[in-house]
């Protein structure tokens, strides 16, 4: 069992920045996939970045140039720095673990509003 705690949600005004950290669970955090996944009101939750155990990363072409995810693995924590905000960056964000079984978690989710 996994459990992943996100935080560093807010409002903030287009063209800011804002970091999201998720905690998890765990003595074998290294071992994990880690992702960050975000939900619109009305639309469906997509994929917005991971990151491999040894640090290799994807990113949506929507976010791309503009947010980094990153690992810090003796903290067991998973961040996503996100610039130049864009008002349609607005969705709650979801962190996910994919253990090596296969095994996939969700945390709670944070709000991100951007607006002025």
């Known amino acids: 069992q996994v459990q992943l705690v996100e935080s560093g949600g807010g409002l903030v005004q287009p063209g800011g920045s804002l970091r999201l950290s998720c905690a998890a669970s765990?003595?074998?955090?290294?071992?994990?996939?880690m992702g960050w996944h975000r939900q619109a009101p009305g639309k469906q939750r997509e994929w917005v970045a991971d990151?491999?155990?040894?640090?290799?990363?994807n990113y949506a072409d929507s976010v791309k140039a503009r947010f980094t995810i990153s690992r810090d693995n003796d903290k067991n924590t998973v961040y996503l720095q996100m610039n130049s905000l864009k008002p349609e960056d607005t969705a709650v964000y979801y962190c996910?673990?994919?253990?090596?079984?296969?095994?996939?978690?969700w945390g709670q989710g944070t709000q991100v509003t951007v607006s002025s």
């Open positions: 996910k673990a994919v253990l090596w079984t296969g095994g996939t978690y």
């Open positions: 990151i491999t155990g040894g640090g290799s990363t």
């Open positions: 765990g003595s074998f955090f290294r071992l994990m996939s």
